[in-house]
């Protein structure tokens, strides 16, 4: 997916948090209130759902910080409460609410460091493209897959919440 300019990404990124929010409420529902599903994993080496909604924010949490001149700042990955990761979706759509840069933004380079002092370096345009966006999706389905395989009722409709505005009667 190429993105085409600032307003776009910020556009993709909220109504994509809108949908997490989404399933979080029907995991919610479906476990009446317990937490426990926030401990669920696919797999014992795979990070728990309450890890996939930090690590699914960081992504466009991160975007809004290097939009803003800011350095990048991870989001803590111990949610074990719906409490966090509500506030967690929601101070990161507040950020992107504030960023006010032009689009000439995504010419510059961003860096991003690594563990054992490596980096990346890349235009903003391939930041977004190649590092954010497939990160923010790999996240957001994880959180998804861990819910559907927890039993919670939730399907392809519950995940393109996005494209509800353009369904039409035949």
């Known amino acids: 997916m190429q993105t085409q300019d600032i307003d776009a990404i910020v556009t993709l990124f909220q109504s994509r948090l809108t949908t997490l929010e989404h399933l979080l409420k029907l995991a919610r529902e479906h476990f009446s209130g317990s937490e426990s599903f926030l401990h669920k994993r696919i797999a014992t080496d795979m990070l728990p759902f309450g890890t996939q909604i930090a690590f699914t924010c960081n992504q466009p949490r991160n975007f809004a910080l290097w939009c803003n001149g800011k350095s990048m700042d991870n989001l803590d990955p ?93």
Do not use: W
Not at 96 to 115: F, S, T
């Open 78 to 170: 111990e949610v074990a409460s719906l409490d966090r990761a509500y506030k967690h979706i929601a101070s990161t759509k507040e950020l992107l609410l504030e960023i006010k840069v032009e689009d000439k933004k995504l010419e510059e380079l961003a860096r991003i460091d690594l563990e054992q002092s490596l980096y990346l370096e890349m235009p903003g345009r391939t930041y977004v493209n190649d590092f954010l966006i497939p990160n923010f999706y790999f996240h957001l389905v994880t959180a998804y897959d861990i819910l559907r395989m927890a039993g919670v009722p939730i399907g392809k409709r519950d995940y393109m919440m996005h494209l509800v505005p353009f369904v039409r009667e035949a």
